[in-house]
């Protein structure tokens, strides 16, 4: 099992570790108890794999060596009569930078001013109100992925960022509804 090229875990149904693969040991704290690295709000949902059909999936955070918290996707099956778990751990961090990135791409933008490149200039009235509402739908969007990041913004000591993006995102809001 420890040449398994992604992270792999075997457990007990009470999420003791019984085996790993090697790309466990560069991701985590040596411990004995897979619920010794699950973030304390994920603990229940972890638990509740136990009573649904395997195999699954679910979103999970994790601490890792290098973060206090992150999100991971897990592929698990539970296999009640051996009493074992096997789940796989993929880091979603990646997608979730690329988010972040794009969106302060865009904010830069309109810090410079460079609204038509954020919003294009309508030729006619009826493009500017369907431009206006798609900014409208975007600035939700924005939202709802900031309120995705909120936690792991907490977790860092950042949470003075997003208020400050929803800051920048209500001004926006006001400007475009002028």
């Not at 790309?23 to 649904?52: A, C, G, M, Q």
């Not at 290098?66 to 698990?76: A, G, K, M, V």
């Amino acid at each position: 099992m420890y040449r398994i090229p992604v992270p792999y875990f075997k457990l007990r149904s009470d999420f003791s570790i019984l085996d790993v693969s090697k790309e466990v040991t560069h991701l985590f704290y040596p411990v004995t108890s897979f619920l010794h690295i699950v973030d304390s709000e994920s603990r229940n949902k972890l638990k509740r794999l136990l009573n649904v059909p395997s195999p699954g999936k679910m979103e999970i955070n994790l601490n890792t060596i290098e973060s206090p918290t992150t999100l991971f996707t897990i592929h698990y099956n539970y296999q009640p009569k051996e009493d074992i778990i096997h789940l796989v751990c993929l880091n979603e961090s990646a997608s979730y930078n690329h988010i972040q990135f794009e969106f302060q791409q865009i904010k830069e933008k309109i810090q410079r001013g460079a609204w038509e490149k954020v919003i294009p200039t309508p030729v006619e009235e009826n493009t500017h109100n369907i431009n206006l509402q798609q900014a409208s739908r975007k600035i939700s969007t924005i939202y709802d992925l900031l309120n995705i990041i909120q936690h792991d913004l907490q977790s860092a000591g950042k949470e003075e960022y997003a208020e400050l993006i929803r800051s920048e995102l209500a001004d926006i809001k006001e400007f475009i509804s002028k």
